[in-house]
């Protein structure tokens, strides 16, 4: 049984992505792609965040999973699971805390490794979308600070909390080390190339009619955030390219 797992990252066109998905529920199941669930995306979230472990859970990852098994109709069907929180989710925490403790490796191997286990017996890709590190950390910065209930702070302390975020050679290879088949691609080629036109290519599944539009959230305030970033971060904390 084949499973795709996309798991982010974050600020590298998820939302988009996963409208389209749950848009077409119908059309791409008929084409042989299953998007589980008639309920956007909120499951998808919640399945991914069962495997930390933490007490704030459910554990219904477990249910979530069987309900997947029960779709299946031919060995030529592919599940999609779509959650950017995979690439966030550490062992032992479900909230945006906790990322710069020096354990942190140890934690973000450990969620990984559950991930994989409750996945046992499909065959899983793992695709990943990475976002240039200055780009994604000023789009993040934005989203976490104007949405309070998840994270506040300076840009400075936010680089430094969120640090492992950015390391995208290790956070690869950390996935390599528990998926057997992790594909990777640029965000910023794939929107130069069309965003939906490319994760379906990759998928090799084909895009549903009239299915390539970006959804995009701008408001003054994230541009007026994300210039407060590039005016304040200094080049002790700026992020690596």
Not at 43 to 48: G, I, L, Q, R
Not at 67 to 75: A, I, K, L, W, Y
Request: proline residues 3%; positive net charge; contains cysteine.
């Amino acid at each position: 049984m084949r499973l795709i797992l996309h798991a982010g990252t974050h600020k590298t066109g998820t939302t988009s992505i996963q409208k389209v998905l749950s848009d077409n529920r119908s059309w791409l199941r008929h084409h042989g792609l299953i998007y589980p669930d008639d309920d956007g995306v909120r499951h998808h979230h919640e399945f991914a965040g069962d495997f930390t472990g933490s007490p704030k859970r459910s554990a219904r990852g477990v249910q979530f999973l069987d309900g997947v098994r029960t779709q299946f109709e031919s060995p030529r069907d592919v599940i999609l699971i779509s959650s950017e929180s995979i690439y966030r989710h550490i062992e032992g925490y479900n909230d945006f805390e906790h990322f710069a403790d020096a354990d942190y490796w140890v934690r973000r191997d450990g969620y990984l490794r559950r991930l994989a286990e409750a996945l046992h017996g499909f065959d899983v890709t793992v695709l990943l979308f990475f976002r240039e590190r200055q780009s994604f950390a000023r789009s993040l910065y934005a989203e976490l600070v104007l949405s309070k209930k998840r994270w506040q702070g300076s840009p400075g302390e936010f680089v430094a909390e969120f640090c492992h975020w950015f390391e995208y050679e290790r956070q690869i290879a950390t996935f390599k080390a528990v998926f057997s088949n992790v594909r990777t691609l640029s965000y910023e080629k794939a929107t130069e190339q069309g965003l939906i036109r490319t994760f379906f290519r990759t998928i090799e599944f084909p895009m549903p009619p009239n299915a390539d539009q970006i959804w995009k959230r701008k408001t003054s305030r994230v541009v007026k955030f994300r210039r407060f970033f590039d005016e304040t971060v200094s080049a002790r904390y700026r992020v690596a390219r």
